[in-house]
Structure formats: structure tokens, C-alpha cells
């Protein structure tokens, strides 16, 4: 018998707030699951589907993108000098970060870290002067450490932060960025948070000739040694008719851009609820119930079986939709005080009118296994399975759109993470399946290769690239380094390259970061090269984060364990 | 005719700027203690190969033509990693020797991107300076001027 699930998520820390609000999840949890009907709720027993923050059904909404310079708080720094306007600024940064937690379930972003934080300190008189740059880095180095090392959240967990970068378009914005990618490479080893996401664009960072191109380097050179920044793509096939200024990463992977009511991009938005659909399980159904094995016929029974369920976590996601925005502006106080989402609330009346621009996400786990039992190879493997795989996740997409102009919501196509769920599928599919199930403790991430593929970076982001332009959700490819490539900007390039070229539209670099907590010597190692000690904190990345893997879920140390360099 | 030990298309990270494929040369008379390459000391080991058939092969196998020539000491074949080079037009080129770089004659400097020079010292290890083993050890960059545009 397996233990349950140690963690089920890869930031907890457990303190005595952490285990009251882990009592009152999981009452709140099996309520939730008594209340909606019974089939939608013996769907998520049974791990056919996974409600995502089911505790936070009907309450609140997912993550938001902020809309940070609509209502902020300028007069509060009337008559202040500079040193308080700067340190009262990143104060104020983080308490709503840690307010603004309390009033929604998932993470929080910055569209354009750099260039917001540059207009409100302008438009607050302060001069970039030597003293002046040097307390806005360290108020940038303190706000990443606390970002790190709060796990005040849930009484458990760090804040869920975003910051995207890379657009600054003066010297101000240039320097926060600057500050930004410096203050990062600068922390300690163990810093994992918060998550920054580079955004690389032609005419602005992306060559040499370009403005931003030494920022661009600047970051690369760091996520060559942290892993942080990861790279958004917008001159991929998905993003590259968009104004940048409108794109940007939400959490780990969350995208939102279009609008059925009129606007355009990420700010002042977020996702309102995902659910996830167990792809394995459905090739498995098919294949219980197949008389002969014929791929063309078990595809065609393959997608009958989504689209069944697909339309069922379409009426969940509306049902939740229809809870969530009978809320009144009064019941989210911090976000709607400061008006950070596109529309501004209501204090007693429903809201309607803010949470219509946030997404409904239909998401999947799984589709390399889903296609290795459909077919017996594995996608990346076979060019015919390939285009079967390329296809259905083409037809998830439409049924998504479908959706999207009948209830005319936004629905879009999540490639999900699966940090809770990689472990649970695969668990409940071998009580379903004993036989039938690929054993090895999780399920790939969304349409991911497997990640013991062998193949190389090229190859792998070849593999994948074209599945992203079908996920207007969210999605990421990673490639597994072996080894930190310390100092080689010129190799991550080369591979960003590689990946706009091939479609990819979020890039992250992964290797292996363990750190002495003896010395500080960081390196690959289980005892330390240098002291000896074996005291060390392992640093990877799983879901999406970076996590020590003390604290990862079983699925996810299965999963390490599994990885292979690209 | 060139001794070497194998090719290594994956791509490396760590030997030098880029994704780099790996020409390990068969053969080393230093002995490096802590060398990670020991099956490539051995003077008779591996197999022998024509320069122009080994030319052909990385050619149609390094894609990014970014290729790293290691070893074993790959000085020790001198003419015939002349002559390897001079096939490989176009190549961007890393040497990675334990000849120190007074050692090396003047000719390779002008026909290669980057030399590694100095033998490994393992009681000067290090793991945070790029493309180096130990910190007597040093990477000579940019040797020839790249005519390519850098990232376009």
C-alpha cells in the first residue's frame, strides 16, 4: 500500500494555522462534493477529472494579472521624502500581495513589473539618484527574499507571485529590470520565488541590435545559474499578433488574452476555475471496451469520450462561474478597493460585470500516455502518432471555442501542470485498471514528452512547440540541462531561437541545484564537495515552480527521480 | 588518420559558448587525477578514423556547427587536428587542452574561437566559473572575430 499523499502541494510548510486551515479545507472539500450533483462529484472521486481549489468553489475566483497603476495609492506619499516613498512603496507592494491572497485562491501577477514599478516611482518625484538606486534594490532584493521565505499563506505555503519583465522603454524602466534580473542572481542559492518571466521580443530585446538586448543577456546569464527567469515567447505562432505590453505569465503557466467583452491581454484579469481531464483514463475506457484494436476507430471512440466529459466540466465551470459572480465587490475588499481588475466592483451588488473577462479553463494531463496505450508507441516516437496527438489537442481546442461563442464566456484550452494531480490519476486509474495502468507514480505533464525521453533539447522542443499554439490557456515546455550552464547566455539563446521557430510560446530551463546548507557551496551533489557536509537542499523544478524536494508531492519525487537530461 | 574515442551530438552546456557537440580524441599522457575521461588515455584505444570521413560525419551531425575537440589531449594528434579544422570551414571551433597556452603553438590561436588551457587540478576545483575545471585552468575567448551575426 502506498502512504497518502505526504504533500499535496510543493510549497507547504505546515505550522498550527497551516493544520486549522487544512481541517476547514477538507470539511469545506466533501461539502462541496455533497452539494453539486452527484455525477460531477464521483467524476472528481473517481479521478476521471479534477476540480482545481475546490475548497474556493462558488467563493472566489483563481489568480489575477494586477491592475496595478489604475487605483494606486499615490496621495498616501504626499509629503513623504524619497526614502520613505521607496521603502512605502514596496511596503505596500507586499501587503497586498499577502491581502490579496486572502481574497482569492491562486496566484498573482505583474504584467510589467518593470516598467509599473518605474511610472509610480516617477510619478512620485523619485529621482534616480546613486542613493536612491541603491534603495530600490535593496527594497527589490527584500521583497524577493520575502517572497521566498513567507510561508505566512494558509499558515503554510509561500505567495504564488509573477513578475513579467523585459519591456522597459526608458532609462527609469531599464534600471528596475536591471534591478530586477540583479537582485535575483544576487540572493541566495535557496531563493526560489517569486517566479519572473523575461519577455522576449524582435525590435525590443530579442538581437543584438536591439534596445533591450543587454537586459535580455543579463537574464539569461541568471536563469543559467538560478533557473529564474523562465521565457515568454511573444514572437511565437501564439502570441506574435499581440501588442506585448498585453501579454504576460500568470503563476506557473496561466494565459489570458482574448476577450469576448472587448478587451485584449492580461491585465486586469485572471482565471477564474480550471478543471483537468484524466487522459489516460479515457484511453483506457476505450480500450476495455474495444473488441479489436484498430487506432483509427479507438481515436474516433477516444474523442467521443472527451467531448462526454469535456461537456460536463463545461456545466461545472458554469455552475462555478454563476456562484462565483453573485459575489459582491464587498466580499474581495483589497481587490476591489484598489480596482486591480479590469472593471471595478460593486460594493452590494454582483459581479458580473468584473469576472465575465476572466477565463474557464478546461485543462488535460497526460496525452503521452493516453496516446502510448491508444497506440503503443509514444507520440514524439511515431510521425503518425504524432499527428493523432497533434489532432486531438487541435479538437480540444475547438470544442474549447465551441464554448466559448455558445455561452459566449471565456473558455480557453489549458496544457495543465498536474502538481497535485500527476500522483492521483495515475493512483485511482490502478484501482480502475490494475493491468492496464502505466505504473511509474505520476502522469506527464499536459502534452509534455515523457520526461525520460532521452531526446535533446532540440528535439524535445521540436516535439512540443507545435502543441502550444493550441493552448490559449497556458503552457510551458522545459528542457532538463545537464548540469548548471553557468555563464553560456549564448546556449539558452540558442534555444529560445530554436523555440520560437518550432512554436513554443513559454520556455523554462531546468538542471539539478542542490545547495550545502553547511557552507553555501551549491552544485550536484548529496554530500558537499567542498565541506563534506551532507546537509543539503535539493532545488528543482516541478509544476511549474521552484521547490525544494523536501517538500514535493510523491508524484512529483517519482517524477525526479524519472528525469532525464535533454 | 585521427584517433579518437567517440562524438557526442547531444549537446553540451558546459564546454564552452552554446550547445556545443563534443569530439573526444583518443589519447592522453598526463593523467589528470579526478579526470573524468580516463577510457580516453590509453594511446591505442578507440579507433582510428580519416580526418575527411570524421569531417563528413559532424558535418551532417552537428546541425548549430558549434563542435568542442577534447580528450584525451587532442595536441597530441597535432597535424592531423590541423587538419580536421581546416575541413570544418565555418565551424565555430573550441580546443579543450592541458598544454598550458605558452605551450601551444601560435598557428592554432588564429584557426579556432576558444582554447581551454591548463591541466586539471583538482584541489582547485570549481563549479561556479564557466567552462573550467579548476581555477588554474583558463578559457581564451573570441580568438577569431565571429563574422556571423550573434543571434539573428
Known amino acids: ?566 | 588518420m585521427l584517433r579518437i574515442h567517440s562524438v557526442d551530438y547531444r549537446g553540451s552546456f558546459v564546454d564552452g559558448p552554446g550547445i556545443r557537440s563534443l569530439l573526444f580524441t583518443q589519447g592522453c599522457n598526463r593523467h589528470c587525477i579526478g579526470c573524468h575521461n580516463k577510457s580516453t588515455w590509453d594511446p591505442s584505444g578507440g579507433y582510428e578514423i580519416s580526418v575527411k570521413e570524421l569531417a563528413e560525419e559532424i558535418k551532417s551531425n552537428c546541425v548549430n556547427r558549434k563542435l568542442t575537440i577534447t580528450g584525451g589531449e587532442p595536441l597530441l594528434q597535432y597535424d592531423d587536428l590541423i587538419a580536421l579544422i581546416m575541413e570544418l570551414n565555418g565551424f565555430d571551433i573550441c580546443i579543450y587542452t592541458g598544454f598550458e597556452e605558452d605551450e601551444i603553438p601560435d598557428h592554432l590561436f588564429k584557426l579556432v574561437d576558444y582554447i581551454k588551457v591548463g591541466p586539471y587540478n583538482a584541489d582547485l576545483r570549481t563549479t561556479i566559473e564557466p567552462y573550467i575545471g579548476s581555477t588554474n585552468q583558463k578559457f581564451i575567448r573570441n580568438l577569431r572575430k565571429n563574422e556571423k551575426e550573434s543571434c539573428q
Request: with cysteine; glycine share 8%; hydrophobic share 35%.
Open chain 1, 1 to 566: 500500500m502506498r502512504k497518502n499523499l505526504v504533500n499535496e502541494n510543493a510549497a507547504q510548510r505546515k505550522t498550527y494555522v497551516g493544520f486549522i486551515f487544512d481541517e476547514g479545507e477538507n470539511s469545506r472539500k466533501k461539502e462541496i462534493l455533497r452539494k453539486i450533483p452527484v455525477e460531477w462529484a464521483s467524476m472528481h472521486n473517481e479521478g476521471r477529472i479534477h476540480i482545481h481549489d475546490l475548497d474556493a468553489y462558488g467563493l472566489t475566483y483563481n489568480c489575477l494579472t494586477f491592475n496595478i497603476l489604475n487605483k494606486f495609492p499615490y496621495d498616501q506619499y504626499e509629503g513623504l521624502d524619497d526614502f520613505q516613498k521607496i521603502t512605502g512603496v514596496f511596503e505596500f507592494l507586499k501587503q497586498l500581495i499577502a491581502k490579496v491572497s486572502n481574497e482569492q485562491s491562486g496566484g498573482m501577477g505583474f504584467a510589467n513589473f518593470d516598467r509599473d514599478i518605474a511610472t509610480i516611482l516617477k510619478d512620485l518625484d523619485v529621482e534616480l539618484s546613486d542613493i536612491n538606486q541603491k534603495l530600490v534594490y535593496t527594497s527589490i532584493y527584500n521583497l524577493i527574499l520575502w517572497c521566498t521565505d513567507s510561508h505566512e499563506r494558509m499558515g503554510q505555503v509561500s505567495y504564488y507571485v509573477t513578475l513579467n519583465i523585459g519591456l522597459a522603454d526608458n532609462e527609469y524602466s531599464r534600471f528596475v529590470c536591471r534591478t530586477v534580473i540583479e537582485a535575483f542572481y544576487n540572493s541566495p542559492s535557496r531563493t526560489v520565488r517569486p517566479n519572473i518571466v523575461f519577455k522576449v521580443k524582435s525590435g525590443i530585446n530579442r538581437y543584438a541590435k536591439d534596445p533591450n538586448y543587454d537586459l535580455f543577456e543579463k537574464s539569461l546569464l541568471c536563469s543559467a545559474k538560478k533557473m529564474i527567469p523562465t521565457y515568454l515567447l511573444c514572437d511565437c505562432e501564439l502570441d506574435k499578433d499581440y501588442d506585448p505590453l498585453n501579454l504576460s505569465v500568470m503563476g506557473c503557466r496561466t494565459r489570458v488574452v482574448d476577450d469576448v467583452f472587448g478587451s485584449t491581454g492580461s491585465i486586469g484579469r485572471g482565471n477564474i476555475a480550471n478543471i483537468s481531464i484524466n487522459l489516460p483514463r479515457i484511453a483506457m475506457d476505450v480500450i476495455n471496451e474495444r473488441k479489436t484494436v484498430d487506432l483509427e476507430k479507438d481515436v474516433i471512440s477516444f474523442r467521443i469520450e472527451w467531448r462526454k466529459i469535456a461537456r460536463i466540466v463545461t456545466e461545472i465551470l458554469l455552475d462555478r462561474y454563476e456562484k462565483t459572480i453573485k459575489h459582491p465587490g464587498k466580499d474581495y475588499p483589497t481587490v476591489s478597493n484598489y480596482q486591480l481588475w479590469i472593471e471595478d466592483f460593486e460594493e452590494d451588488s454582483q459581479s458580473y460585470n468584473v469576472f465575465r473577462h476572466g477565463t474557464l479553463s478546461i485543462g488535460f494531463i497526460g496525452l503521452s500516455e493516453a496516446m502510448e496505450l491508444l497506440s503503443g508507441h509514444r507520440y514524439y516516437q511515431n510521425d503518425a502518432v504524432m499527428a493523432v496527438a497533434l489532432d486531438f489537442v487541435k479538437y480540444m481546442r475547438s470544442f474549447v471555442d465551441e464554448c466559448k461563442r455558445t455561452y459566449n464566456l471565456n473558455f480557453s484550452l489549458l496544457a495543465t501542470s498536474g502538481e497535485q494531480i500527476s500522483g492521483r490519476f495515475e493512483e485511482l486509474d490502478l484501482k480502475a485498471y490494475p493491468s492496464l495502468t502505466i505504473e511509474k507514480g505520476y502522469y506527464t505533464n499536459s502534452f509534455h514528452v515523457n520526461v525520460d525521453s532521452g531526446l535533446t533539447s532540440f528535439e524535445k522542443l521540436s516535439a512540443e512547440g507545435p502543441f502550444h499554439r493550441y493552448c490559449n490557456g497556458g503552457c510551458i515546455s522545459y528542457v532538463e540541462i545537464d548540469g548548471s550552464p553557468i555563464g553560456n547566455s549564448e546556449a539558452l539563446m540558442e534555444l529560445i531561437e530554436h523555440g520560437i521557430k518550432v512554436g513554443v510560446h513559454y520556455l523554462g530551463f531546468n538542471f539539478k541545484l542542490d545547495i550545502c546548507n553547511g557552507c553555501g557551496n551549491s552544485g550536484i551533489f548529496d554530500c558537499c564537495d567542498k565541506c563534506g557536509s551532507c546537509d543539503i537542499t535539493h532545488i528543482r523544478r516541478v509544476s511549474g515552480y521552484l521547490e525544494d524536494t523536501h517538500y514535493f508531492t510523491r508524484g512529483k519525487k517519482c517524477e525526479v527521480r524519472d528525469r532525464k537530461r535533454n
